[in-house]
């Protein structure tokens, strides 16, 4: 049975990330939803795998991944993707150094906080690991904004060409 702790806990997780959208601007949504949607699904894949490898256990029983990774993937994955390419796409460093700080937090800090309020704690990973396991997706998420942006810059010059007539 789910525990009314772990019910809002999700409710906040879901709601608040999202609720922030509402500050980062419809042509920002516009430019990196596609990237952290294509992430956040890649965040989904990579969950069951954990799950399944056992990375990872949740207090409540039983297990169920609706309840309890999905949250996670749904709620602050992608708008903070969004936000994050919102201030630092451009500067690969200022990227990497953003997302370091915030994996830091998430893996050690809050990682901790979950395990104390008997929601969430790791299982075959250590801290360090679980950093690792969030931080390389970072790269991948350039990668993917990356691509987007040169599709849209070639679509651009194409459509550019054709109304010039050449």
């Given amino acids: 049975m789910t525990s009314r ?3 809002i806990f999700n409710t906040l997780m879901m709601g608040l990330p999202w ?3 509402l500050f980062i601007g419809k042509r920002s949504i516009m430019r990196y939803s596609l990237s ?3 992430i956040g699904i890649y965040e989904i894949i990579s969950h069951l795998i ?4 056992k ?6 029983k039983p297990q169920k991944f609706i309840r ?7 709620g602050p994955y992608v708008p903070v993707s969004m936000w994050i390419l919102k201030y630092t796409y451009g500067n690969f460093k200022k990227f990497v150094l953003v997302n370091v700080i915030f994996n830091i937090f998430f893996a050690f800090i809050f ?3 979950l395990k104390k309020i008997k929601i969430l704690r790791l299982y075959r990973l250590n801290y360090f690991q679980f950093f690792i396991y969030i931080h390389y997706k970072a790269y991948l998420l350039y990668a993917v904004q ?3 942006e040169k599709v849209k810059r070639r679509r651009g010059m194409l459509s550019a060409t054709k109304r010039d007539g050449n």
Avoid: M, N
């Fill in 19 to 21: 609720l922030s959208t």
């Fill in 111 to 113: 990682i901790a906080f």
């Fill in 36 to 38: 952290s949607v294509v």
């Fill in 68 to 74: 309890d990774e999905l949250p996670f993937d749904i």
């Fill in 55 to 60: 990375y990872w256990k949740f207090y409540d």
């Fill in 146 to 148: 990356f691509l987007v």
């Fill in 5 to 7: 702790k772990h019910k």
């Fill in 50 to 53: 954990g799950r399944k490898k």
